[in-house]
């Protein structure tokens, strides 16, 4: 089962190899990552999207809180949440194509955000489900460069993961 | 505020921490420490031969005491040499600091010379690190890195410290912080009292209970209560190769060790229990063998400090997450308040059980080695040590058949007596922990049980014991291999010893002890045996190296049967098999 963790840990150098030599060591897989501060700088913030059944899943993160620089964390997929990934891709676009790529930037709710007059580079954010099919309806043909930002999560409702 | 240099700040604040020694040995990085500790009395520093012997040492110092080891090494080939025994504190749980020197902050990531990045080498063996960044938070990190090291499942820290933060020239004022605030970091205290009391229950209604020990048990200091309330249930022991000593080896209850080399009635019994007490010990492989396999009809109770340990490898029935002395004193007030008794009659089948299993097979009951032949039997030369030291020593391994011939027949009744690497299967291990327990108990007799291949791992310490007087026995059980491998090879290989024999390139051990100013003596024939043991063990103020030939053939049994083997699956023999 795909499952989204999120951890507060302290904001130190090391902390991030710590988390992800747990990761290599164990043989777990990352499936994407993503860090950054948070709003009380001494904080860092992490997203891991990993794969594993349930005994895994305990054991990654059992293993993650043993870590003395991890806070806290949740298991972001036990409850209602919310996912969003950021997704930048710089298309061919040219001619008839540059309106059909128009439309499906706006079915999508998209942006474009830089263009010439061959390209254009579209953000999108989402589900990391939702950017697949975006890129999907592009089409491998006119796709150049893709980025995406890995998943961040909240969860939905008053539950906050604080110290 | 006092002003000190970091040098002089990390030196005081060891001190405040309680620390009276240091295993070490110097270089370019470490040299303002050096200096320091040069310019103070009350800190012992111990200067070993090589880093690895260092670590092995403050490891068998800590393993003896309960105390964290301490050691301080170079950057570079210092703290690389320093990794194998870090590696073997962290398999085992010993609470350990390691200082390293570093190179200036300023030349860190240029590949400055002796320049290794001593915290990511070190990352996945230790519990946690620090890399200093300014004199100020020296302090705190000292104090950060002890807590860490010895409380919850203890651990080894590091601490890389670059050589501009030790500089005498620029002083900070120093204030040794007496209380810490880690958000991040609060080890298990008292277990669930729920679980507590489910676990209670399901030990009084056993029929087959077996209480499985491991060295959480030893490190935790829940030996007493655990003997207590095994004596209490009159319940079957059972010891881990770590846990040994957390039982008293002599009581009747005491089934011996389990696992791969562990005795037929404690492997057994384990395979038909119904209900499994696991107290600080954590289903490794060498104890389970096929996990699938695993005692099949058994309710498992699980206690342990460290809940990443439980339901890792064997689901657990009722878990614990607790410090072994809180919960076993739990259990044991729930019992006391309570008149209830387990099932009488149970347990009377269950050890009429296993009373037979020890007729038939068991390790205690009867020689299971020859007892008639002209070579020496390594079995016997244990016993022979045990029966001369009435099971008083400390003893302190290596790693081989020696090894498993003395946790089979070496029985401690104490814990923190039998010493050795039992997770990383360190050879090398025993000369140096050795001496670690010498040094913290010069009035007992401390004996390091060694094969003629891993002796000569570490043999350099020979020179460490004569500098710091420390009259150790090394007991060499030399069987002109590397048994171990060899009987792996003779098992599973068909006999093609590849690389384990070394064609009469042994050294004279006696010589090479009288080398360094040590007696060295070398026992052959079987009838002299007792007498020279005697002899060697009358000798109290010198090191003794006792070099004796034992039967090169001899295989260790029980052993289990792999792969796909349950617990109960051995061979006994080399003909044998249950
Ligand atoms: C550092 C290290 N290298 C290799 C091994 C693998 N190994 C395990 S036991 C053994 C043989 C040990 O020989 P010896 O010390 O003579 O003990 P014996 O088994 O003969 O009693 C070896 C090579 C190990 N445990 N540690
Ligand atoms: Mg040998």
Known sequence: MRRIISVLMENEPGALSRVVGLFSQRGYNIESLTVAPTEDASLSRLTLVTIGDDHKIEQITKNLNKLIDVVKLVDLTEGAHIERELLLVKVRASGAQRDEIKRSVDIFRGQIVDVTSNMYTVQVAGTSEKLDAFLQALGEHTIMEVVRSGVSGIARGEKVLSV | ?578
């Open chain 2, 1 to 578: 505020m006092e002003l000190l240099s970091g040098g002089d700040m990390l030196v005081r604040a060891l001190q405040d921490e309680g620390v009276d020694l240091i295993f070490g040995y110097p270089g370019g990085s470490a040299l303002h420490i050096y200096d320091a500790i040069f310019r103070q009395k009350s800190i012992k520093h111990i200067l070993v031969r090589h880093e690895q012997g260092a670590t092995h040492m403050a490891d068998g110092y800590a393993r003896a005491t309960g105390k964290v080891g301490v050691v301080l090494v170079t950057s570079g080939p210092g703290a690389t040499n320093a990794i194998t025994g870090i590696a073997t504190a962290y398999m085992d749980s010993i609470p350990m600091v390691v200082i390293s020197g570093q190179v200036p902050t300023e030349k860190i990531g240029e590949d400055a010379f002796q320049e290794t990045d001593m915290v990511g080498c070190s990352r996945p063996i230790v519990k946690h690190s620090f890399l200093v960044k300014s004199a100020e938070e020296i302090p705190e990190i000292v104090k950060k890195a002890f807590y860490i090291a010895s409380t919850g499942r203890p651990g080894p820290v590091v601490i890389d410290v670059p050589k501009d933060v030790t500089n005498p020239a620029d002083r900070f004022p120093y204030r040794y912080p007496d209380k810490l605030r880690m958000r991040s970091y609060t080890p298990a205290g008292k277990g669930h009292s729920g679980q507590i009391r489910k676990a209670v229950a399901q030990l009084l209604s056993a029929k087959r209970p077996v209480i499985y020990a491991g060295g959480g048990v030893v490190q935790g200091g829940g030996a007493e209560l655990l003997t207590e309330l095994a004596r209490r249930l009159n319940f079957p022991v059972t010891n881990t190769l770590m846990g040994l000593g957390a039982f008293p080896g002599s009581d009747k209850r005491f089934l011996g060790m389990l696992g791969m080399h562990g005795t037929f009635e404690a492997n057994t019994a384990m395979h038909h229990a119904d209900v499994i007490l696991a107290v600080g010990a954590r289903f490794d492989d060498r104890v389970t063998n096929t996990p699938g396999k695993f005692c099949p009809g058994a309710k498992i109770i699980h206690v342990d400090v460290d809940p990443a340990s439980i339901s890792k490898t064997i689901v657990a029935d009722i878990p614990i997450v607790g410090t072994v002395q809180s919960v076993l004193s739990e259990m044991l007030e729930i019992l006391k308040s309570s008149d209830e008794q387990p099932d009488q009659s149970a347990i009377v089948d269950w050890w009429r059980q296993i009373d037979d299993w020890r007729e038939r097979h068991g390790l205690y009951t009867a020689p299971r080695y020859r007892t008639d032949g002209a070579l020496i039997m390594p079995q016997e030369v244990i016993r022979a040590v045990y029966e001369i030291t009435e099971g008083n020593a400390f003893v302190a391994s290596d790693v081989g058949q020696h090894q498993m011939f003395t946790a089979q027949y070496y029985l401690f009744d104490k814990p923190r007596r039998w010493i050795n690497s039992g997770g990383l299967g360190t050879m090398g291990f025993g000369l140096p922990a050795a001496l670690g327990v010498k040094i913290a108990h010069p009035d007992e007799e401390v004996i390091c049980v060694t094969g003629e291949g891993s002796i000569q791992m570490c043999i350099q310490e020979l020179s460490t014991a004569t500098q710091y007087h420390l009259p150790v026995k090394i007991l060499c059980l030399n069987n002109q291999a590397l048994g171990m491998v060899k009987q792996w090879q003779e098992m599973q290989y068909e006999g093609r010893l590849s690389n384990s024999v070394y064609e009469e390139s042994l050294p004279d051990f006696v010589k090479l002890a009288e080398a360094y100013g040590h007696l060295g003596m070398k026992i052959e024939r079987r009838e002299e045996l007792y007498d020279k043991l005697r002899e060697a063990f009358a000798i109290k103020d010198r090191t003794v190296f006792i070099d004796v030939y034992v039967d090169p053939s001899e295989h260790v049994y029980p052993m289990q049967v792999m792969p796909n083997g349950s617990m109960r699956d051995m061979w006994l023999s080399k003909t044998e098999r249950t």
